[in-house]
């Protein structure tokens, strides 16, 4: 049985309510950091992007990395792939989870590792966040001598230190970086949490356009990271990235992460001096974010020295629109008789004078000949038009003939059933279903959710940038167990804000409760805040999934799903 670090790590000053630091000895759920890219060796010999002066590194620590190989099992389940990173007496893997056949990242280092207590602590804390913006936790765990952290593996993402190889970004693309980065930051700051190693290489980017941020708190711990000022020191990173994002630059002397520094003796110069075109609003915001290193904002606004007050100032931004769409117009060509020059006789006279313009011919059916073919056409029309009418009609009152003789001979005898009213089915039992995210949507509350009172609601978690959960994955929802094989006519869900939702239905003869969405066809679709999903037909099922694509936006601006009510009749 491996035994799970309990610990807690304090890696950010905050105030209010209580951080998910100081909850980590209540929880039960593992995780840690993310995924490990190929920049990382060349991260951990670059410049890093905290620079405040609070800033202590442990030295390296004289354990070696355990010896591992591709192909190793850990817990008889994370197949070790390939070695990305060997650093520090600890190592990071691209691995596949073989139980449920997804691709993750594994960080391993020996149990008598200086940092393996903290690294356990920090995986901890950032799996209790919970938040869609950053890289998963999945596993964080002690065993055989090793501790070992798993985190999702984003094969769909793009570092933005390779965004940034192809150029600066746009003044859009820049916005929705800075504005999400800080966002997310200023949450986590709010739970005690913070990252300490912001840099290109730990931002990744979708494709969907969302940003997502790997390796909070745990790159810190692994790398012996530690600073008075984590606030200050996570907005400074906030603000090189936004520098780089719109220069191509990195704001230091030093080269780093790909990127050419500034020139020596200069000092740090705003973007739009570095380079033309660059967005003003987002050149000054990326100044007062670098503010702790010694620049002076070009218009004198009060520098930004947490997550929250940069992600205030982004807000207050004029808003940047989307450059324009652009369609590639193919190049019209003339042929050579559009250019007058098919079969055109020479000009005689020597003069270099344009020859006569051709004839242009009249349009169609503009001669006689058109006239009167135009008219016969439209003749034969009216004509068969009047012949369909007369045969629809005689059909029609020939059908009535018919009902009203056979009348007296039906009346009365329709099928006993036919009037019945539809029965309400109890639901014995639901769960949450999340088989595309990490397997958990607040199943303490699914109870709410059909226990007859609309006030109470069953809500997923929050998802940022679009209503279809932020691009990250198809739906979520919950399964009703409906005790035995009942047949299904109508469902009737009350949400909380107009919602997106699909009925699914196991098939009749499933034994058990289906785990993947695989053991479930779905049967209809709606949308709305009071949905009545009806299956063109019965369908026989006991297991029943409420599955919801498109949730309803908050009031901070974000997207959760509320699920107030759900009614299933036969």
Same mark, same amino acid.
């Given at each position: 049985? #491996?035994?799970?670090?309990?610990?807690?790590?304090?890696?950010? /000053?905050?105030?209010?309510?209580?951080?998910?630091?100081?909850? =980590?000895? @209540?929880?039960?759920? &593992?995780?840690?950091?993310?995924?490990?890219?190929?920049?990382?060796? #060349?991260?951990? @010999?670059?410049? +890093?992007?905290? !620079?405040?002066?609070?800033?202590?590194?442990? %030295?390296?620590?004289? =354990?070696?990395?355990? *010896?591992?190989?591709?192909?190793? @099992?850990?817990?008889?389940?994370? !197949?070790? *792939?390939?070695?990305?990173?060997?650093?520090?007496?600890?190592?990071?893997?691209?691995?596949?989870? *073989? @139980?449920?056949? !997804?691709?993750v990242g594994v960080h391993v280092l020996p149990?008598?590792? %200086?940092?393996? !207590? %903290?690294?356990?602590?920090? =995986?901890?804390?950032?799996?209790?966040?919970? /938040?869609?913006?950053?890289?998963?936790?999945?596993?964080?765990?002690?065993?055989?001598?090793?501790?070992?952290v798993v985190h999702e593996w984003l094969p769909d993402a793009t570092e933005l230190t390779n965004v940034l190889a192809s150029g600066p970004l746009e003044p859009h693309e820049a916005y929705q970086l800075v504005s999400q980065v800080s966002q997310a930051m200023a949450a986590a700051h709010r739970e005690g949490l913070a990252h300490l190693r912001l840099? %290109?290489?730990?931002?990744?980017?979708?494709?969907?356009?969302?940003?997502?941020?790997?390796g909070l708190a745990v790159m810190a711990a692994l790398r012996g990271i530690r600073t008075d000022h984590p606030q200050r020191t996570d907005t400074e990173a906030i603000g090189a990235l936004l520098y780089a994002a719109l220069t191509q630059r990195w704001p230091y002397e030093e080269n780093a992460y790909g990127l050419s520094g500034l020139p020596k003796g200069v000092g740090l110069i705003a973007p739009d001096q570095v380079r033309a075109g660059v967005h003003r609003g987002l050149s000054e915001l990326a100044m007062r974010a670098l503010v702790n290193e010694g620049a002076t904002p070009s218009r004198q606004e009060p520098p930004c020295t947490t997550p929250e007050e940069l992600s205030k100032a982004v807000t207050a931004l004029p808003r940047i629109r989307p450059p324009e769409p652009s369609f590639a117009t193919p190049t019209y060509r003339p042929t050579t008789y559009q250019q007058g020059g098919y079969h055109q006789p020479a000009n005689r006279n020597g003069s270099g004078a344009p020859a006569r313009p051709v004839p242009v011919p009249p349009p169609p059916l503009q001669t006689r000949t058109g006239q009167a073919l135009k008219?016969?056409?439209? #003749?034969?029309?009216?004509? =068969?038009? +009047?012949?369909?009418?007369?045969?629809?009609?005689?059909?029609?009152? &020939?059908?009535?003939?018919?009902? /009203? /003789?056979?009348?007296?001979?039906?009346?009365?005898?329709?099928?006993? +059933? *036919?009037?019945?009213?539809?029965?309400?089915?109890?639901?014995?039992?639901?769960? &949450?279903?999340?088989?595309l995210g990490d397997g958990s949507e607040n199943p303490d509350q699914v109870g709410r959710a059909y226990d007859g009172d609309k006030g109470s609601y069953w809500e997923t978690r929050f998802y940022v940038g679009r209503p279809d959960l932020g691009g990250l994955k198809s739906g979520v929802g919950l399964i009703l167990d409906l005790g035995k094989p009942q047949q299904v006519g109508t469902a009737r869900i009350s949400f909380i804000g107009s919602t997106t939702v699909q009925l699914m239905a196991a098939p009749e003869d499933a034994s058990a409760m289906p785990t993947s969405l695989d053991g479930f066809s779905r049967v209809a679709r709606g949308s709305g805040t009071h949905v009545k999903l009806e299956p063109p037909k019965p369908v026989t099922t006991r297991y029943v999934l409420v599955w919801l694509t498109e949730l309803p936006p908050t009031a901070e601006g974000n997207y959760r799903g509320k699920v107030a009510d759900i009614k299933i009749t036969s």
């Amino acid at each position: 049985m #491996a035994e799970r670090s309990t610990a807690a790590v304090d890696v950010a /000053d905050s105030s209010g309510d209580e951080p998910l630091t100081a909850q =980590a000895e @209540k929880a039960t759920a &593992d995780g840690v950091d993310a995924q490990e890219g190929r920049g990382a060796e #060349a991260d951990a @010999k670059g410049a +890093g992007t905290a !620079r405040s002066k609070g800033e202590e590194t442990s %030295p390296a620590p004289e =354990a070696e990395p355990p *010896e591992l190989h591709s192909g190793h @099992k850990l817990a008889r389940r994370y !197949r070790l *792939e390939e070695c990305v990173t060997r650093l520090d007496g600890f190592s990071s893997w691209r691995a596949v989870d *073989e @139980k449920l056949r !997804r691709a993750v990242g594994v960080h391993v280092l020996p149990a008598d590792h %200086p940092r393996a !207590r %903290p690294v356990l602590s920090a =995986a901890r804390s950032a799996a209790l966040l919970g /938040d869609p913006r950053f890289v998963q936790v999945l596993d964080a765990v002690e065993e055989n001598d090793l501790v070992y952290v798993v985190h999702e593996w984003l094969p769909d993402a793009t570092e933005l230190t390779n965004v940034l190889a192809s150029g600066p970004l746009e003044p859009h693309e820049a916005y929705q970086l800075v504005s999400q980065v800080s966002q997310a930051m200023a949450a986590a700051h709010r739970e005690g949490l913070a990252h300490l190693r912001l840099t %290109p290489s730990s931002v990744l980017r979708t494709e969907s356009g969302q940003y997502r941020i790997r390796g909070l708190a745990v790159m810190a711990a692994l790398r012996g990271i530690r600073t008075d000022h984590p606030q200050r020191t996570d907005t400074e990173a906030i603000g090189a990235l936004l520098y780089a994002a719109l220069t191509q630059r990195w704001p230091y002397e030093e080269n780093a992460y790909g990127l050419s520094g500034l020139p020596k003796g200069v000092g740090l110069i705003a973007p739009d001096q570095v380079r033309a075109g660059v967005h003003r609003g987002l050149s000054e915001l990326a100044m007062r974010a670098l503010v702790n290193e010694g620049a002076t904002p070009s218009r004198q606004e009060p520098p930004c020295t947490t997550p929250e007050e940069l992600s205030k100032a982004v807000t207050a931004l004029p808003r940047i629109r989307p450059p324009e769409p652009s369609f590639a117009t193919p190049t019209y060509r003339p042929t050579t008789y559009q250019q007058g020059g098919y079969h055109q006789p020479a000009n005689r006279n020597g003069s270099g004078a344009p020859a006569r313009p051709v004839p242009v011919p009249p349009p169609p059916l503009q001669t006689r000949t058109g006239q009167a073919l135009k008219w016969t056409v439209a #003749a034969l029309l009216i004509a =068969a038009l +009047g012949l369909g009418s007369w045969q629809l009609a005689d059909t029609l009152m &020939d059908r009535e003939n018919r009902g /009203d /003789d056979s009348g007296s001979s039906q009346s009365g005898s329709g099928s006993p +059933g *036919e009037n019945t009213a539809p029965e309400s089915i109890s639901i014995v039992a639901a769960q &949450d279903f999340d088989p595309l995210g990490d397997g958990s949507e607040n199943p303490d509350q699914v109870g709410r959710a059909y226990d007859g009172d609309k006030g109470s609601y069953w809500e997923t978690r929050f998802y940022v940038g679009r209503p279809d959960l932020g691009g990250l994955k198809s739906g979520v929802g919950l399964i009703l167990d409906l005790g035995k094989p009942q047949q299904v006519g109508t469902a009737r869900i009350s949400f909380i804000g107009s919602t997106t939702v699909q009925l699914m239905a196991a098939p009749e003869d499933a034994s058990a409760m289906p785990t993947s969405l695989d053991g479930f066809s779905r049967v209809a679709r709606g949308s709305g805040t009071h949905v009545k999903l009806e299956p063109p037909k019965p369908v026989t099922t006991r297991y029943v999934l409420v599955w919801l694509t498109e949730l309803p936006p908050t009031a901070e601006g974000n997207y959760r799903g509320k699920v107030a009510d759900i009614k299933i009749t036969s």
